[in-house]
């Protein structure tokens, strides 16, 4: 939805953004394939744990949040 508005404002085109693009895609292709190697090796219940406790943490961040 954003590179649609980005695109019709002209925002898009800016040599700023395309630089930050540029930038970024190098380190985003290595996330992604770290990211497809621990995929294959991980197993299923490790992963729902992995989920589990990821889900666990960051709603905890949010009610120490809430009550700080």
């Known amino acids: 939805m954003r590179v649609v508005a980005f695109a019709l404002t002209g925002l898009l085109l800016k040599r700023e953004v395309l630089l930050a693009a540029l930038a970024v895609l190098p380190v ?3 996330g ?8 294959r090796h991980v197993s299923h219940a490790l992963l729902l744990r992995l989920v ?14 809430a009550l700080s």
């Open 28 to 30: 985003a292709f290595v």
């Open 52 to 65: 589990a406790l990821l889900l666990l943490v960051t709603g905890g961040s949010l009610i120490a949040r």
């Open 32 to 39: 992604v394939s770290v990211a497809s190697r621990l995929f």
